[in-house]
């Protein structure tokens, strides 16, 4: 069998099964950071070029009606660009209190070893203890390449619109 997915297993075994809920929504954030990616890069250009030249064919853009066409292409405009960046948003902010719950789990567990072993085995102890950490430490560290990938989508999503505002001008 292939040597990382055997790593892999026996890190989400020591881990709880806790592990595998984290990593089950780590998985659909990066699902949905490489949908907003595939949009800014490929289908928002296109979009905002046909919106573009829908403004460009406007003989008149300096009446109350022209800039309210205006504001509802921003405003299309914005909402296509910041769709599900709030539910990543959320899913990011999910990861720690998962690795948290992981640790409270992993601590029964000990709890559970000491009270009926006592404190004398340090081994059965150890299995409790790694289970206690290690989804803490992988729902920091999810959340926090969460966070910066999520900054960077939300900044260039705010690029994105701004420059598209800056290629709608209000007069002829």
């Given amino acids: ?31 949905l950071m490489m949908e907003r990616v595939l949009f800014l890069a490929r289908r928002f250009p296109a979009q905002s070029a046909r919106w573009q030249a829908q403004w460009q064919a406007r003989t008149e853009r300096t009446s109350w009606y022209a800039e309210a066409c205006r504001e509802g292409i921003l405003g299309r405009a914005e909402r296509a660009l910041n769709a599900n960046l709030n539910f990543i948003k959320a899913l990011v902010a999910i990861c720690p209190m998962l690795g948290l719950l992981g640790t ?3 601590m029964i567990s000990v709890f ?26 992988a729902g920091m560290v999810a959340a926090l390449a969460g966070l910066f990938v999520h900054a960077r989508l939300q900044k260039y999503s705010q690029r994105a ?5 800056n290629a709608l001008p209000r007069e002829n």
């Fill in 1 to 31: 069998m292939n040597p990382w997915w055997d790593w892999i297993a026996q890190f989400m075994a020591r881990g709880g099964p806790l592990l595998w809920v984290l990593a089950a929504v780590v998985l659909m954030i990066w699902v």
């Fill in 112 to 137: 559970d070893v000491m009270a009926a072993q006592g404190t004398g085995n340090p081994k059965l102890m150890s299995a409790g203890i790694a289970m206690a950490t290690l989804p803490t430490m």
């Fill in 104 to 106: 409270v789990t992993g």
């Fill in 161 to 165: 619109l701004h420059g598209l505002a």
